[in-house]
Structures are given as C-alpha cells and as structure tokens.
C-alpha cells in the first residue's frame, strides 16, 4: 500500500471516530439537557375490579379520557405478533429508528411523490402519543427518532409495548386497546378473533377517520388491509384471512362495564391512593343480582327501589351487592345504598327467637302453643291478617310467622338475652335514645339494615356461627368476631329445618332454600332473607323515603325477588347440613310431657286453660231436614258452621273423620246417600258437639 493511500485511509477513519464521538457525545449532552417527557408512571383510568380480576367500573381521567392501564400479558398474543408485524416488523431488533424502513420510505416518495409507507417505529408512535405536536415536519420526525432513541434508553422492550397498548388513540375519548375492546366488542382484550384483533391494529393510524361507529365501511377496508398484510407476511393463511373478512365490524360502541355502583364509589371514597381497587364482588354474581332488582323494581311500580346483598356464610365476604334497583333512577332515589339504611326488620328476626327458645329447652318442633289474643302488661300483638288460629305448633307457627306466639316466646327468652346475642354476632340494633329492648323488637321494633340481617343469618346458614361481612370497600379489614355465636348448633339447625318447609311464593323457580319474609309496619319495606348451605340472600322492597306502599309484603313481592336472584346468581346450590347430634325432632306424641305444650320457665306445665266456650254447630241446626239433591243425584256439599271451641277442630259425619284438621270454624261436608246423619266436631280440648240431620 502507498504511504499517500495509507494516510488518508488513516485520516479518513480517524475523522469517521471524531465525527462518530462527537455525535455520540452530542447525543447524550441532549439526552442529558432534554430528557424524554416519560412518567414512571401513566396517568389512567381508576378500575374497580371483582374477586377474580374482572373489570367492575373504570372512571374516566381527569381529562375525560377512558384509559385503562394494558400490559402485554393482558392481551391476545396473536394481536401483539399482528401489531407488530404490521407496524414495526423489526421492533425486537432496532433501537428505535428503523434505519431499513426509514430509507424504504423515503425511496417510495421520490418515486411516487407521495407518502406510500411510513418509518415510524412503535418506540416512535409512542414519542408522538408522549409528546403530540400539531404539525407533521422534518423537524418533528426527527425529534420523534430522537425521543425514540431517548425511550429504547429507558425502557425495555416489553414497558414500550405496555405504555403503547395503553395509549394508543382508538377513536373519541378511548385510548388503549382494552378500552377500545370494551367499546367496541364488549369484552376484554385477551381473547379476540382475527378480525377484531385486525381491526384494533388498524385503528390508531386514523382513529377518526376509521372509527366503526362512525365509519363502518373505512374500518372494514382498514382492516382487511391489514388482513392482507398478514398474508403477504405469512402470519396468515389466506382462507384465515378470508373467513376473517367475512365479519361485520361493529356499528354502535357499548358503554363500559358500570357494575356495582354503590360498591365502586365507596372504594373510591374509602381509599382514594389506590389506583385499582379489588372487591370480593364476582361479576357474574353481580350482572345476574342488578338485572333481577331492575326487573323487579319495574313490575313493583312507580317509586319502589330494592336493594339486595348475597353473602358466603362460610367467608363473610359479599358475592354481590345491590344499592337500588337503578343507581341514576332519581324518582327511585337511586344513589342511595338501601343496603346500609337502617329500617324496621319487621318479622324476619322471629328465627332468632325461636331459636332461643330451642336451646333453653322450652319447646320442640312439635310443641303446642297459643294463637289468641293476649295482652303482654298492656302490648296486644296481633298477626297479620288479624286473625288467630288458635292451638299450633311450634314448627306452623314460624312457619306462618304468627306474631302472638312469637311474643309469648320472647317474653320467656327476654328481649335483652336476644339483643345481647345479634351484638355477639357483631350486629348492633338501632333503637331510640333511652330505650331498652322490649318485646316489640320480635315484630320488627328495632332498626336494622339489610346487611346486618344478611350477617344475622350467616350463623343460620353456619351452624350458628356469624361471620362479619365484608365486600373489599373497607378503609380496613374488618376484624374477625371474637365469638360470633348467634345460636348453638342444635338450635340453628332446629330453625333451618323450619324454614326449610316454609311454602315458596307461587312461580318461584325451585330451589332448596330456606327462608323468612318480614313486612313493616304501615307496608313501608318488603324483607326476605333466605339461604343453603353455603350463601345467604337478602332483599328489602320498598320506597327510598320510607313512603307507605298499599300491599306491599315479603313473602308477596320481597320472596319472589329472592329466588328469582338465587337462581339468577349462577351459584350452585349446596344442600343444608344434616341435623347435629343431640338435635331433637320427635313426633307430638314422643315428646316429654314439659313439650307437649309451651310453658313459661315461671309457670308449672299444666292442662291447658280452656277460656272459649264450648263448641256448638250453629248450622245445620239439629233435627233439620236438608234437601241436598241426593235422590236425584245432583249432590251438593253442605256447609258446615259452629261458633265456640278452640281451634283446630275436627269434624265426624258418623263417626268417620270428614277431612284433616280444620283451624276455622266451616267446613264442608258431601254426604254419599240420603237419610239420617249425625255431624260432630270436636275441639282442641276434646270437647264435641254434635247434631243429628236427615238428608234428602
């Protein structure tokens, strides 16, 4: 080699690592000086998310935006190798300017005179959505290659992805690809179809112009560009592509998912730092509880709200909560959360009576007690209906939710006994300044809200064990209860089975559960609270304002909504336990003869004190003659009615029983042939009347 030739190679490559150096050295002096607008962290959407991760409600930026924090992991890996294949084919390679592309771009617009491919790379779209400007030149393209370089410095490959995902412009106010699916197939992004993955890849290039709601026919061609891409990069076969093609785009955008209003908000109010918030919601539970509570609340009328809480008895944590029938709804005053007011439980605390009746030892299943008017140092409960059905057992008289006999239980269990085990259970009933329990509580004299109701029969559905609920909207966890013991064991298990023999409403969906209604006074809120083995349901009717609503009821519009919302739930349903050892269920005649009827603890068990008269048939009269079409036979049945008596009353027409117990004072009788008959029926004392007829 020539020393000439020698020399200016040397000085050649020696000006090359000058000018190399300098322009490293410049690059990091501007590094330095004018670092890349790159938060640690994005601002986005606040979420609210359910047990399993699913999104609740998403609350739009400060600036209005729907942007909800994306992470690659969060989204189909066939829309990521579609994205970048179409976007950045060399993203995992550069540094963040396409040299390749860049030079390819140029070259096709000298050749056409016009843009026909861009060079932009992803680490360069994401400069652009970091730091928009208003104007497209020289400049700002080469500021992006410079912002580009600055972020590749920064961040690794996968956090440009991740904020690209989140910020990525999809048409309005949606940003990210998570919001965009949302939008627009209603779903998150984790599992999309070809087309829709297309679609998504498209969009942000010309997010207004190619919105599918706005322009159905421009996304349609936006995406089968990108279709064919996909081809002619072999990320596709054709009849994929094809099939693809056939898809319509979506027309409308939906709304985001907005569950759980109450619960949301509260999260937000309870913990404001926190940028996702997890609740112990399931979604599925959740969608099944609002949809029913809407429904209902329309067939109801005008005004009428319901609220409903599902529980696992097990856990204590809240599945599904339901605030009102419909959150915005401004003359069913929506934004209030009927879960936590505090109203008049009506008879739905009777269980809890009962069931301090069976630990004592003072009754049995089968145990007779009085229906009668009574007068309790001058209370005079009276039943619903405002009538009495005299001697009952214990089992029909919950099951009927008969005030009187509940009264006379509690005035031997003591109201403060009762209050002092809802507090054990962690539930503290409202009642007014100064006041102490009094026996008007077992009729609903005392405030509770629905989700204390739903914790009280947490220790029915647990075997007498509360458990303190809990929905995640907490400042703090709430602490487990010391003792929780609301029943004992036997006694819990004696009430469930009760309850599990109450009638379901007519047209309920079948469902083994067992449950109590309640009505306030004055038909001012409708309670049924029922439960399995495994979840408890609670739902209130009724006006927001306390407003009476006429034949308003729970077992009539509070007990369908429960096993419309069981059902609807999607929960399986779990078979109540099997009775304890030591729990007593014998027939009336096997009981010991302190349970044969219900005696006060201060009273020794006697005969029964009889007070009515005796019975008398007052039709049809004795010695009458009664022309009931025998002869010709057109029979028809006669009537049958007595005054007197203590009920229930059984009825003989020649000393063969007419029909089972009768607890009103008519029955009817169709005689099988003419002639003489004698009619009798005897009482709950064993004291008869008879009278003798001649039929024709």
Do not use: C
């Given at each position: 080699?020539?020393?000439?030739?020698?020399r200016?190679?040397?000085?050649?490559?020696?000006?090359?690592?000058?000018?190399?150096?300098?322009?490293?050295?410049?690059f990091?002096?501007?590094?330095?000086?004018?670092?890349?607008?790159?938060?640690?962290?994005?601002?986005?959407?606040?979420?609210?998310?359910?047990?399993d991760?699913?999104?609740?409600?998403?609350?739009?930026?400060?600036?209005?935006?729907?942007?909800?924090?994306?992470?690659?992991?969060?989204?189909?890996?066939?829309?990521?190798?579609?994205?970048?294949?179409?976007?950045?084919?060399?993203?995992?390679?550069?540094?963040?300017?396409?040299?390749?592309?860049?030079?390819?771009?140029?070259?096709?617009?000298?050749?056409?005179?016009?843009?026909?491919?861009?060079?932009?790379?992803?680490?360069?779209?994401?400069?652009?959505?970091?730091?928009?400007?208003?104007?497209?030149?020289?400049?700002?393209?080469?500021?992006?290659?410079?912002?580009?370089?600055?972020?590749?410095?920064?961040?690794?490959?996968?956090?440009?992805?991740?904020?690209?995902?989140?910020?990525?412009?999809?048409?309005?106010?949606l940003?990210g690809?998570?919001?965009?699916?949302?939008?627009?197939?209603?779903?998150?992004?984790?599992?999309?179809?070809?087309?829709e993955?297309?679609?998504?890849?498209?969009?942000?290039?010309?997010?207004?112009?190619?919105r599918?709601?706005?322009?159905?026919?421009?996304?349609?061609?936006?995406?089968?560009?990108?279709?064919?891409?996909?081809?002619?990069?072999?990320?596709?076969?054709?009849?994929?592509?094809?099939?693809?093609?056939?898809?319509?785009?979506?027309?409308?955008?939906?709304?985001?998912p907005?569950l759980?209003?109450?619960?949301?908000?509260?999260?937000?109010?309870?913990?404001?730092?926190?940028?996702?918030?997890?609740?112990?919601?399931?979604?599925?539970?959740?969608?099944?509880?609002?949809?029913?509570?809407?429904e209902?609340?329309?067939?109801?009328?005008?005004?009428?709200?319901?609220?409903?809480?599902?529980?696992?008895?097990?856990?204590?944590?809240?599945l599904?909560?339901?605030?009102s029938?419909?959150?915005?709804?401004?003359?069913?005053?929506?934004?209030?959360?009927?879960?936590?007011?505090?109203?008049?439980?009506?008879?739905t605390?009777?269980?809890?009576?009962?069931?301090?009746?069976?630990?004592?030892?003072?009754?049995?299943?089968?145990?007779?007690?009085?229906?009668r008017?009574?007068?309790?140092?001058?209370?005079?409960?009276?039943?619903?209906?405002m009538?009495?059905?005299?001697?009952?057992?214990?089992?029909?008289?919950?099951?009927?939710?008969?005030?009187?006999?509940?009264?006379?239980?509690?005035?031997?269990?003591?109201?403060?006994?009762?209050?002092?085990?809802?507090?054990?259970?962690?539930?503290?009933?409202?009642?007014?300044?100064?006041?102490?329990?009094?026996?008007?509580?077992?009729?609903?004299?005392?405030?509770?809200?629905?989700?204390?109701?739903?914790?009280?029969?947490?220790?029915?559905?647990?075997?007498?064990?509360?458990?303190?609920?809990?929905?995640?909207?907490?400042?703090?966890?709430?602490?487990?209860?010391?003792?929780?013991?609301?029943?004992?064991?036997?006694?819990?298990?004696?009430?469930?089975?009760i309850?599990?023999?109450?009638?379901?409403?007519?047209?309920?969906?079948?469902?083994?559960?067992?449950?109590?209604?309640?009505?306030?006074?004055?038909?001012?809120?409708?309670?049924?609270?029922?439960?399995?083995?495994?979840?408890?349901?609670?739902?209130?009717?009724?006006?927001?304002?306390?407003?009476?609503?006429?034949?308003?009821?729970?077992?009539?519009?509070?007990?369908?909504?429960?096993?419309?919302?069981?059902?609807?739930?999607?929960?399986?349903?779990?078979?109540?336990?099997?009775?304890?050892?030591?729990?007593?269920?014998?027939?009336?005649?096997?009981?010991?003869?302190?349970?044969?009827?219900?005696?006060?603890?201060?009273?020794?068990?006697?005969?029964?004190?009889?007070?009515?008269?005796?019975?008398?048939?007052v039709?049809?009269?004795?010695?009458?003659?009664?022309?009931?079409?025998?002869?010709?036979?057109?029979?028809?049945?006669?009537?049958?009615?007595?005054?007197?008596?203590?009920?229930?009353?059984?009825?003989?027409?020649?000393?063969?029983?007419?029909?089972?117990?009768?607890r009103?004072?008519?029955?009817?009788?169709?005689?099988?042939?003419?002639?003489?008959?004698?009619?009798?029926?005897?009482?709950?004392?064993?004291?008869?009347?008879?009278?003798?007829?001649?039929?024709?």
């Open positions: 080699m020539r020393p000439k030739t020698f200016w190679i040397a000085i050649s490559a020696a000006s090359l690592a000058a000018l190399t150096t300098v322009s490293v050295g410049g990091f002096a501007l590094d330095a000086a004018y670092p890349p607008p790159l938060p640690e962290k994005t601002s986005t959407s606040r979420e609210v998310v359910d047990r991760g699913q999104l609740l409600r998403a609350f739009a930026t400060p600036d209005g935006r729907w942007r909800l924090n994306t992470t690659v992991e969060q989204v189909d890996p066939q829309f990521v190798d579609m994205l970048v294949a179409y976007e950045d084919k060399r993203f995992w390679n550069h540094s963040g300017v396409d040299v390749i592309a860049l030079l390819r771009a140029a070259g096709q617009f000298a050749g056409n005179g016009r843009i026909v491919s861009g060079g932009s790379t992803l680490s360069m779209q994401l400069a652009r959505l970091i730091e928009p400007r208003a104007n497209r030149s020289l400049f700002t393209k080469a500021r992006q290659m410079f912002r580009a370089l600055q972020i590749e410095r920064r961040l690794a490959k996968r956090d440009i992805l991740d904020r690209y995902l989140t910020l990525a412009p999809y048409g309005g106010n940003e690809v998570r919001a965009a699916s949302l939008a627009y197939f209603g779903k998150e992004p984790k599992r999309l179809t070809v087309s993955s297309a679609l998504l890849v498209a969009l942000p290039q010309l997010p207004e112009r190619r599918p709601d706005r322009n159905a026919e421009g996304a349609s061609k936006a995406r089968d560009r990108v279709l064919d891409r996909m081809v002619h990069a072999g990320n596709l076969s054709e009849r994929e592509a094809a099939r693809a093609a056939l898809e319509t785009v979506p027309s409308y955008r939906l709304a985001l907005s759980a209003p109450h619960a949301t908000e509260a999260a937000l109010r309870n913990r404001p730092e926190a940028e996702t918030h997890q609740l112990t919601l399931k979604k599925s539970v959740q969608q099944g509880l609002e949809a029913v509570a809407r209902a609340a329309t067939k109801l009328g005008h005004r009428i709200s319901v609220a409903m809480v599902l529980a696992d008895a097990r856990t204590g944590e809240i599904g909560a339901v605030g029938a419909n959150f915005f709804d401004a003359s069913r005053s929506g934004w209030i959360d009927m879960t936590r007011i505090s109203r008049s439980p009506g008879s605390l009777k269980p809890f009576i009962y069931g301090l009746g069976f630990e004592q030892g003072l009754i049995a299943q089968e145990t007779m007690i009085e229906d008017p009574t007068d309790f140092s001058g209370y005079r409960p009276k039943n619903f209906d009538g009495y059905q005299g001697d009952v057992t214990i089992r029909q008289a919950l099951q009927l939710s008969l005030n009187v006999p509940a009264i006379r239980l509690l005035d031997a269990v003591g109201p403060a006994r009762l209050t002092a085990r809802f507090r054990q259970a962690g539930v503290t009933p409202s009642l007014p300044p100064g006041e102490t329990p009094g026996l008007a509580i077992g009729l609903g004299g005392v405030g509770l809200t629905l989700r204390d109701l739903v914790q009280l029969y947490t220790g029915l559905a647990n075997g007498g064990t509360a458990k303190a609920l809990r929905d995640g909207t907490e400042a703090e966890t709430p602490q487990s209860l010391a003792n929780g013991i609301v029943l004992e064991q036997q006694a819990a298990w004696q009430v469930s089975d309850l599990l023999g109450v009638r379901p409403p007519d047209g309920a969906p079948a469902r083994a559960i067992a449950y109590k209604t309640g009505t306030s006074y004055g038909y001012r809120d409708a309670w049924s609270v029922g439960y399995d083995g495994r979840y408890v349901l609670g739902v209130w009717a009724g006006r927001a304002d306390s407003g009476a609503v006429p034949g308003l009821s729970g077992y009539v519009s509070a007990a369908p909504i429960l096993f419309e919302g069981f059902v609807r739930s999607g929960l399986p349903s779990i078979a109540l336990p099997r009775a304890p050892a030591g729990a007593l269920h014998t027939a009336r005649n096997q009981l010991p003869v302190t349970l044969t009827r219900f005696t006060p603890p201060n009273q020794l068990p006697t005969v029964a004190s009889v007070t009515e008269p005796a019975p008398q048939i039709f049809p009269p004795n010695g009458s003659r009664i022309d009931l079409g025998v002869s010709i036979q057109e029979t028809s049945p006669l009537v049958l009615k007595l005054q007197g008596g203590r009920a229930p009353f059984r009825w003989l027409a020649n000393g063969k029983a007419l029909t089972g117990v009768e009103r004072r008519e029955a009817t009788w169709l005689p099988d042939s003419a002639g003489q008959s004698t009619l009798t029926v005897i009482d709950a004392a064993g004291r008869s009347a008879s009278v003798s007829i001649f039929v024709e």
